[in-house]
């Protein structure tokens, strides 16, 4: 049996992997093997594209078509590895950062995107989608204290529609957990952890 794949989701500065670490610290004492990646750049092809990705101005579609190559390299060589040897993958970003700032944010075509998902993903979906929802004026507030790059630079219209994208992939997708991402570092994770044992049961029922 494969283990549990989850990813965590949100606009820049929400707290994604603030608590991405701590989940994956909790997860672990209940004696689980747990591996933190992130998109863009979990594999070793992904962190040179991270680089260009960041960097380099580009077209929408090949920005895109960077992330999907990213994206397919990770699901290859560590997320499909790392769940068929046993090992919890929580993942900081993956399919629904492109449908939310490519598609929703660039104006990529949305049925486009999924259809490339749908190739990768070789049929892998999240168990659990944590979205950690903050407003653009917080993000921007979060962001001021940090180096930012290509993508974070974009501002609040863009980040708006970023948003408004991730709350109706979230209103789609019964995987989706929304949490507000003003509360406390502390709330969060017990409410993140909590959410993950109450689903883990129903994965581990619905697996047997
Ligand atoms: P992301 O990975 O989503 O960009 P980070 O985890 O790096 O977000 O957090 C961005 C900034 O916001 C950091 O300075 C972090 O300390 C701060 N932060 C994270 N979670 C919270 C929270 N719940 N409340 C206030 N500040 C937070
Ligand atoms: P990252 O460095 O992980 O930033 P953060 O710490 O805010 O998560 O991601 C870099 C940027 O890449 C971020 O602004 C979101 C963007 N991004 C996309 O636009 N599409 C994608 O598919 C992914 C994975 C990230």
């Known amino acids: 049996m494969r283990e549990m794949f989850i ?5 820049d500065g929400s ?5 991405a670490r701590i989940l994956k610290d909790n997860i672990e004492k209940t ?4 591996l933190l990646t992130r998109e863009p750049g979990g594999s070793s092809i992904g962190g040179i594209i991270r680089k260009a990705l ?3 101005k580009m077209d929408s579609l090949t920005e895109f078509l960077l992330f999907a190559s990213d994206r397919n390299e990770h699901i290859e060589s560590i997320i499909l590895p790392s769940i068929h040897n046993g090992t919890v993958v929580i993942s900081d970003r993956f399919t629904d950062s492109s449908l939310a700032y490519q598609g ?5 075509e949305i049925k486009f995107i999924n259809s490339v998902h749908n190739t990768i993903t070789k049929g892998l979906s999240p168990d659990i989608s944590f979205l950690i929802d903050i407003s653009p004026q917080i993000s921007i507030e979060r962001m001021k204290v940090m180096q930012l790059d290509r993508i974070e630079q974009e501002g609040m219209e863009f980040l708006k529609r970023v948003r408004k994208g991730y709350l109706e992939i979230a209103r789609k997708e019964s995987r989706f957990v929304v949490i507000d991402g003003l509360k406390s570092v502390d709330s969060i994770a017990n409410q993140m952890f909590a959410t993950y044992l109450a689903r883990r049961k129903q994965w581990i029922k619905e697996k047997s």
């Not at 004696?31 to 747990?34: A, F, N």
Request: proline residues 0%.
């Open 31 to 34: 004696g689980l093997k747990v």
């Open 54 to 56: 960041l960097t380099k």
């Open 15 to 19: 707290g994604k992997s603030t608590q």
């Open 104 to 108: 929703y944010g660039r104006g990529v």
């Open 7 to 11: 990813t965590v989701e949100g606009i």
